[in-house]
């Protein structure tokens, strides 16, 4: 089956600047993660979804950062206006269910922020 | 809320067992993950275990649990060079929220 596709791969954004991600999770997969990994740090999660529901948005700077996720399929990931130390690699996983199911990982997009 | 700790390094020979280890804090986690990193890749579910078992073995991977001591362990048996990555723990509530670690680079000497 198709893996977790995410776009782009690299991006490089001047401070202040918009900037947004996109996601296209393993078909028929009910949750979908967005994090946030800084070099040298592990994934940290900003929002999970069920569906088109946001479950947990309880680390998402909300000031700055929104997502979405439309129909319960592709999710988007904006930052505005974006900050040196957003600076990382976002992640999206999703998987069938929460919990005690496997979450698979896209490859991630690389924001540097100059 | 939860925090997950790990070494940050670890250097074996090829051939050796490599032994990783994971602490965590939230005792009522019930699922606990091993993920695997390769430079430029996203992140490879390598094995987990449930908060109700002590150990799970698959293949040359063996996961130790001590819930007591809130201690999750990976050991890879006849490490090779291909292990070379970073390692993430991650510990999971019911509800679906995972934290990890800084994760493990494991470095195999030839």
């Known amino acids: 089956e198709a893996g977790v596709a995410q776009s782009p791969r690299y991006k490089i954004i001047e401070k202040r600047q918009s900037v947004a991600f996109w996601c296209n999770p393993i078909s028929g997969h009910a949750t979908l993660y967005w994090y946030q990994q800084i070099l040298g740090q592990g994934p940290k999660l900003l929002i999970q979804f069920q569906n088109n529901g946001v479950v947990d948005d309880s680390q998402l700077p909300k000031d700055r950062f929104s997502a979405e996720r439309l129909k319960g399929v592709d999710s988007t990931l904006k930052i505005q206006p974006a900050k040196l130390e957003d600076s990382a690699v976002y992640l999206c996983?999703?998987?069938?269910?929460?919990?005690?199911?496997?979450?698979?990982f896209g490859q991630g997009t690389r924001l540097t922020v100059v | 809320g939860e925090d997950v700790e790990q070494s940050l390094f670890l250097s074996v020979r090829e051939g050796d067992s490599s032994v990783i280890n994971c602490t965590y804090t939230?005792?009522?986690?019930?699922?606990l993950y091993w993920y695997k990193q390769e430079p430029g890749a996203g992140l490879q579910l390598l094995t987990y275990i449930f908060s109700n078992m002590d150990m799970k073995q698959d293949q040359r991977l063996t996961v130790l649990l001590n819930k007591k001591d809130k201690h999750l362990s990976l050991r890879i048996a006849d490490t090779q060079t291909g292990d070379s990555a970073i390692y993430f723990c991650?510990?999971?509530?019911?509800?679906?929220?995972?934290?990890f670690g800084d994760g493990t680079t494991l470095t195999v000497k030839p």
């Open positions: 996983a999703s998987s069938h269910g929460t919990a005690n199911t496997e979450a698979f």
């Open positions: 939230d005792s009522s986690s019930t699922y």
């Open positions: 991650a510990v999971t509530t019911n509800a679906g929220k995972s934290t």
